[in-house]
């Protein structure tokens, strides 16, 4: 049984940090590929970042690039989120998610998700 489980989330002030975790059982990560979502109250869900199988090549969408690095230790069977300079718009549950072949941000494409981790940037 795939379970993922996120943690790390909490609340930040503006421009602060915070790395978000995804621990990964029942399958082994190496052989997915991972995207990190968030679904802000009253939007859809959107991608936010995502990271290949094998070679490591990431993704981001344009709002969090040179902010947010997405990476993954499969040793370890975890993928990250390292979120820099935080601001008010990126207040959402984020939520990891694994695919078999290529990455992407389409949540569509995704079949195993995480319970979310709430981030709120406030001051």
């Known amino acids: 049984q795939v379970q993922l489980v996120e943690s790390g989330g909490g609340l930040v002030q503006p421009g602060g940090s915070l790395r978000l975790s995804c621990v990964a059982s029942g399958l082994t990560l190496e052989y997915y590929a991972i995207g990190w979502f968030r679904q802000a109250p009253g939007k859809d869900r959107e991608g936010v970042a995502c990271?290949?199988?094998?070679?490591?090549?990431?993704h981001a969408i344009d709002r969090v690039q040179g902010r947010f690095t997405i990476s993954r230790d499969n040793a370890k069977n975890t993928a990250y989120l390292q979120m820099n300079n935080l601001k008010p718009e990126d207040t959402a549950v984020y939520y990891c998610?694994?695919?078999?072949?290529?990455?992407?941000?389409?949540?569509?494409?995704?079949?195993?998700w995480g319970q979310g981790t709430q981030v709120t940037v406030s001051s």
């Open positions: 998610a694994v695919k078999p072949g290529t990455m992407t941000l389409n949540t569509y494409e995704y079949d195993n």
């Open positions: 990271i290949s199988s094998r070679a490591g090549r990431t």
